[in-house]
């Protein structure tokens, strides 16, 4: 089986938009098929091509279900409210956190006729930056930002501008009025730090996560990774992690989904803030140093060579089984899925015996030992050599070693 592992949970990534990263890797190197025989999920909307495109140059079987899109502008009407409350307020500092939502932001207000008025407001603010993406953004709208959030995340931006109103005294913030530039995943606890610090909010959102076109893709993952089906599952945004639990909850299969994350399917995150809503269901997942697509996909390639690939010299040769590709001497043989379960647990049993009764729970027969025996007799086709599956009189199955 396949298990998750975790890096240090206390780094956060951009956001939920961290994919839109542009450091995807399409050098000849990324073409080395390093997930040949692996599947994996792909969850993400937005630039999910790239991601698509990028995993399957590698050889990997990619099941794509989208679980949340971006709102169109145009959709977005409380866009333009808010941001008519913004210039009316004429705030004092400016909170960015993601540059493509200062960059949709702007864009909004050009579509409205208020974009010009809106960078006359915000070029009096005190502007604050969560990263080097968001700061491009600002600085490409013509703006100037005057501190910068150094791990990326925005508790340490609210430190940022907490600590400059301690410097005038009294209350840390009284007085001040804060534009803050949201992402789809808002973090409510930092909102209300400003505000208990005397600062009056303002919130702007200039994107939203709303149900994609081809909504019916979503309980395909599901049942795929409750079925065991996928080796990885991808993640690029917080609300797309939540949008499958809900999902999983309206079919019922909420717990078998769980399960199956912290047993045998791999979550892979962009970065701490998006596996966040995994690691409080008590999955831990895949998180790359850098927070990028293209680090992600090298993270998950480096994991599932290290862990997903068994090799295993028997009488009859070379077995290697890389995720659902099993090779015999360098030849392809083709398994269904319950045989394909057989072969990796005695491949990873390395020539010990296995007890019948531990292969037909594996197999869920719930004790239907001729199913058992059906499944070796149909592994032993599958094969070209049968006597590589060797009976154990009274005790189980081996391979010959």
């Known amino acids: 089986m396949l298990g998750p592992?975790?890096?240090?949970?206390?780094?956060?990534?951009?956001g939920p938009t961290a994919s839109a990263a542009p450091?995807?890797?399409?050098?000849?190197?990324?073409?080395?098929?390093?997930?040949?025989?692996?599947?994996?999920?792909?969850t993400s909307h937005r630039r999910s091509r790239d991601l698509i495109e990028a995993l399957e140059r590698r050889g990997a079987d990619v099941l794509y279900a989208p679980a949340l899109k971006i709102a169109p502008?145009?959709?977005?009407?409380?866009?333009a409210e808010d941001t008519l409350a913004i210039i009316a307020a004429r705030p004092d500092i400016l909170i960015v956190t993601?540059?493509?939502?200062?960059?949709?932001?702007?864009?909004?207000?050009?579509?409205?006729?208020?974009?010009?008025?809106?960078?006359?407001?915000?070029?009096?603010?005190?502007?604050?930056?969560?990263?080097?993406?968001?700061?491009?953004a600002v600085r490409a709208a013509g703006l100037n930002d005057v501190g910068i959030s150094s791990d990326e995340t925005t508790a340490t931006l609210v430190d940022l501008v907490y600590a400059e109103g301690v410097r005038d005294g009294g209350p840390p913030l009284a007085g001040k009025t804060i534009a803050v530039q949201l992402h789809g995943y808002t973090d409510v606890k930092q909102l209300d730090r400003l505000r208990a610090a005397g600062a009056t909010v303002l919130t702007v959102t200039p994107y939203r996560w709303v149900r994609p076109e081809g909504e019916d893709l979503l309980p395909k993952l599901i049942d795929a990774v409750c079925q065991q089906e996928l080796d990885v599952v991808t993640f690029t945004s917080a609300p797309a992690v939540d949008a499958l639990w809900s999902t999983a909850h309206e079919m019922g299969r909420y717990h078998a989904l769980i399960d199956s994350f912290k047993t045998s399917v791999v979550a892979a995150a962009v970065g701490p803030v998006t596996a966040k809503p995994l690691l409080d269901a008590g999955i831990t997942a895949l998180i790359p140093e850098r927070f990028r697509m293209g680090a992600l996909i090298r993270l998950v390639c480096e994991h599932l060579e290290r862990t997903g690939v068994r090799t295993l010299q028997t009488q009859a040769g070379q077995l290697e089984l890389r995720g659902r590709a099993l090779r015999v001497n360098g030849m392809p043989v083709e398994l269904a899925p319950a045989p394909l379960l057989l072969v990796r647990a005695l491949l990873e049993a390395g020539g010990s015996v296995l007890p019948r009764d531990t292969l037909v729970r594996l197999l869920d027969?719930?004790?239907?030992?001729?199913?058992?025996?059906?499944?070796?007799?149909?592994?032993?086709?599958?094969?070209?050599?049968?006597?590589?599956?060797?009976?154990?009189l009274k005790r189980g199955y081996r391979l010959r070693v």
């Open 73 to 79: 502008v145009e959709e977005d009407l409380p866009l």
């Open 23 to 42: 450091d995807v890797d399409h050098s000849a190197g990324a073409a080395e098929l390093a997930l040949t025989g692996f599947r994996v999920g792909v």
């Open 98 to 136: 993601t540059a493509y939502g200062m960059r949709r932001w702007c864009e909004a207000a050009d579509a409205s006729g208020i974009g010009e008025e809106l960078l006359g407001t915000l070029g009096n603010c005190r502007i604050f930056v969560r990263g080097p993406k968001a700061r491009g």
């Open 5 to 14: 592992t975790l890096t240090d949970p206390t780094l956060t990534d951009p």
């Open 365 to 392: 027969q719930r004790g239907a030992e001729h199913a058992l025996d059906m499944t070796v007799s149909r592994l032993r086709a599958a094969l070209p050599d049968a006597a590589m599956i060797e009976t154990v």
